[in-house]
């Protein structure tokens, strides 16, 4: 099955600097690559996404780049503000079938120093 | 709210004992996925329902657990003879058929005592 893997686990920041996690995904086929931010005690919600035709995606200060030869993909967080602070998720979905699972990486908390 | 919304948003159980959650999705969203989430780590896919059929199950899901979406609107996971193990939160997303992203719901956080 898929594995994804994200790095780094932890990660702090000063106040309006970029940050950036990467993930790496195993399987191929994988073709839909979501980010999901999780505050403590809320429910993950989706922040970009990027699908495997196309390399980068940018949301005003989000971008999410994609390398499907070498399998991985990166979030960037530019002019970092403290509600940047959050847990970042980074997940891979299958092609084919009807589920579309997600499979997620371990997280990265983020922290934004004032 | 027109999200996603679970109940109970806690329980706390004895081991041994059953429980059972319930998940509202989005109205006019067909699939059904639900997860779990342990301290640390990311959510783990469970199983999918497309409308009434529970069409995917992970082998993270034992015999201990059920899952049912009688009518194709919410659904129930049930666990029985909860073990500490089960300890969690217990995620429900929801998906409109043709598109890709999930909404989550605020989980349910088990704990087995």
């Known amino acids: 099955g898929e594995n994804v893997e994200q790095h780094p686990s932890t990660l702090s920041v000063q106040e309006g600097d970029s940050a950036v996690i990467k993930c790496t995904y195993s399987d191929s086929a994988s073709n839909y690559f979501p980010w999901y931010k999780q505050e403590l005690g809320k429910r993950p919600q989706l922040i970009i996404d990027i699908r495997s035709n196309v390399g980068e995606k940018k949301d005003q200060r989000i971008a999410v780049t994609l390398n499907k030869t070498a399998k991985h993909f990166s979030l960037h967080i530019t002019e970092t503000q403290p509600e940047d602070s959050a847990v970042y998720f980074c997940?891979?979905?299958?092609?084919?079938?009807?589920?579309?699972?997600?499979?997620f990486g371990s997280g990265t908390q983020l922290t934004v120093l004032p | 709210d027109t999200g996603v919304s679970q109940d109970p948003r806690h329980k706390i159980t004895k081991r041994g004992q059953n429980v059972t959650f319930r998940c509202d999705p989005i109205s006019e969203h067909n699939r059904l996925y639900w997860y779990r989430q342990t301290l640390g780590q990311g959510p783990e896919f469970l199983t999918y329902?497309?409308?009434?059929?529970?069409?995917?199950k992970s082998r993270l899901l034992s015999d201990r657990f059920s899952a049912e979406r009688p009518k194709g609107s919410f659904s129930t996971l049930e666990i029985q003879r909860t073990e500490q193990g089960d300890s969690a939160m217990y995620l429900c997303a929801s998906r409109e058929g043709g598109h890709n992203e999930q909404f989550f719901g605020p989980g349910t956080r088990l704990t087995v005592l």
């Open positions: 329902f497309q409308n009434e059929a529970q069409l995917e």
């Open positions: 997940a891979a979905s299958l092609r084919g079938g009807s589920a579309r699972q997600l499979t």
